[in-house]
């Protein structure tokens, strides 16, 4: 049963913007709360971004505060991350996760696909 389901990525000049989704189940949107992580080539997975189960904080790594957000649609069940100020550095393969873990993204209880972010210079 797929449970998370990123769109949204693509190519960008350098301080252009893009949004990704996530789409959820409704029960995994409704019960767990939900991040995203971003894994540049030959790195690790490094936390982006989270928002609390029931959408009321949000919290970002310092490499992007002030540049992204996240958002959620509840009717739709589906978080976004909006980037702005996009910068090469940002070029990543994108993941949307869900439940408990702490900023470690092995810890979380669901994982999306993954969408390409590619930033030029």
């Known amino acids: 049963q797929v449970q998370l389901v990123e769109s949204g990525g693509g190519l960008v000049q350098a301080g252009g913007s893009l949004r990704l989704s996530c789409a959820a189940s409704a029960h995994t949107f409704s019960f767990y709360p939900m991040a995203w992580f971003r894994q540049a080539p030959g790195k690790e997975h490094s936390f982006v971004g989270g928002?609390?189960?029931?959408?009321?904080?949000?919290d970002f790594a310092d490499s992007v505060k002030g540049r992204f957000t996240i958002s959620r649609d509840n009717a739709k069940h589906t978080l976004y991350l909006q980037m702005n100020s996009l910068k090469p550095e940002d070029t990543a393969v994108y993941y949307c996760v869900a439940g408990w873990g702490n900023r470690r993204y092995e810890e979380y209880k669901y994982w999306g696909q993954g969408t390409q972010v590619t930033v030029s210079s």
């Open positions: 928002m609390s189960w029931t959408g009321g904080s949000t």
